[in-house]
């Protein structure tokens, strides 16, 4: 690994401001969360002038980077926090960049399996580790207000595509439309642009000192009978804990994915308009739009109301709450429409606080020794919930008549029941066993080996 990698070389020296860490991370964020934009890209290839390829394959690229998402997370995550972050970032640039670039010769040269290849394999990875790189750096800079942190961070992802719509649009208008070759322009000229982006982050980004604490904040005392938790990620997944927050994350996002990958069909189903349908399109173009908006807010607001309350107390407004929503959107449907707008919206809003929420959820329970790779196991909840929330309610509604609201009222008590279900799951979530953490290294002597796992600097340290 070059030098200038290493996460020795990032440490920050005195005086350095943790405000500057967040548009690091951002950085990253906003440009991977460009994949929430596919269904531009969707679109134009679907196109009768460029490949006319079905709904289902013109999918697959998308479904496969989320798949690969959750699995470069989980099996990256221990490389991620042994690295530090300005590695984990650099090679989000060059999977996430080059996925683009791959993409762009596919297109060129019509080999729609290219594609896929580029912007699901290697784009997808790039994703995941991109994802988690920032979470523990920034818990570690903000150990006062670790969910607003990390809420700051995973909003850009959430915001990405309020950034990549409207760019993509314009660049394939300003490159001829609809077109294979304007597509890979596109593809181009997005994957060279977001390389410069992210590039800022890998600059911007570094690491607090060992000792280092925010001014005039006391890390808060651990009670009599309790531990302070320093588990592995090999020892996370050994705990209830994990699976339990695994099953709560998973289902929380089944719920909320459920209605965005369906927005548009669901809003013209509920408010039809025979008079003016075109009216109709835009306005669910509108929904979907807030819907992302929404999205984006809640993964800053609520998890930065976490840090207030605690993570067991809001994930259950998450989940108790939701539940309560779908149940108010099932039993009455279209009578209000207000209402179901902003049941919809909230629904949503919770959808994307569950991604914040988590990173901080997962340091109060195993500390932040290996919080990122942990991290990066937990979302192989997202992959499944990217699979089962779509398929739950596209087959379910393509079972009904078409243009009737009853179609999904099925689908809505599915999630009502996944929701308790989740729900459950946060109140069995306990203290994690002091067995399963690690010796802290600063309790041992000075001289003795280093511990297992610990970073290369933190091994220089000692020596």
Known sequence: MPAVLERARIVAPPGWSRWLVPPAALAIHLAIGQAYAWSVFKAAISSDTAMGLSGTVTALPFQLAIVMLGLSAAVLGTKVEEHGPRWAMTMSLIFFSSGLLISALGMSLGWFWLVIVGYGLVGGIGLGIGYISPVSTLIKWFPDRPGMATGIAIMGFGGGALVASPLTTKLLSAYGGNTDSSIATTFLTLGLGYAVFMALGVVLIRVPADDWTPAGWTPPQTPAGEHTARVSAASAVKTPQFWLLWVVLCF?????????????????????????????????????????????????????????????????????????????????????????????MVILSFYGAGFATAPAYLRDLFGTYQVGAIHGRLLTAWSVAGVLGPLIVNAIADMGDEGSTGRYVPAFVVMIVLLVVGFVANELIKPVDPKYSEPDPAAQDPGSAATDGESADTKEAKV
């Not at 739009?289 to 607001?301: E, I, K, P, Q, Y």
């Not at 989940?319 to 209402?339: D, E, Q, R």
């Open 252 to 344: 929380n996002v089944t719920a909320g994915i459920g209605i965005l990958e369906r927005a548009a069909g669901i809003y013209t189903d509920f408010f039809p308009d025979p008079t003016s349908p075109e009216s109709v399109v835009t306005a669910a173009a509108g929904f979907v739009a807030f819907l992302s908006l929404t999205n984006m807010l809640g993964r800053f607001v609520w998890s930065s109301v976490s840090d207030l309350v605690g993570r067991k107390n809001i994930y259950r407004l998450y989940l108790g709450v939701g539940a309560l929503l779908y149940l108010y959107i099932s039993l009455f449907t279209n009578t209000n429409k207000v209402l179901f707008l902003v049941s919809a």
